[in-house]
């Protein structure tokens, strides 16, 4: 398995932005796809994004399309997750999630999770 590393969770405020950051560790990176799950509390956690393992196709969730926008580098060994616009309701701890297939994470099935990082969105 690969181990995953976020970062880059805060507090904004709304219309504002963050930029979450997942670095990996372990197997090889550019053989997997990564994503982004989030959770809010009391809630199931949801699929947010993915990303195949080229880069070349991606997957997201209707809430967050036009103002997310998740990119990878595998040079480097990290994902990234670029929130813009962000709203109330994207307050969740947000996890990054290495996959077989950018399809098989917007399913569900994850191979590994990274620990979460917390992103707040204040009015």
């Known amino acids: 398995q690969v181990q995953l590393v976020a970062s880059g969770g805060g507090l904004v405020q709304a219309g504002g932005s963050l930029r979450l950051s997942c670095a990996s560790s372990g197997r090889t990176f550019s053989n997997y796809a990564m994503g982004w799950f989030r959770q809010a509390p009391g809630k199931e956690r949801e699929f947010v994004v993915a990303i195949s393992t080229s880069g070349g196709s991606t997957y997201y969730a209707d809430s967050v399309k036009g103002r997310f926008t998740i990119s990878r580098d595998n040079a480097k060994s990290t994902v990234a997750l670029q929130m813009n616009s962000l709203k109330l309701e994207d307050t969740a701890v947000y996890y990054c999630?290495?996959?077989?297939?950018?399809?098989?994470?917007?399913?569900?099935?994850?191979?590994?999770w990274g620990q979460g990082t917390q992103v707040t969105v204040s009015s």
């Open positions: 999630a290495a996959g077989g297939t950018a399809i098989a994470l917007r399913s569900g099935n994850v191979n590994s």
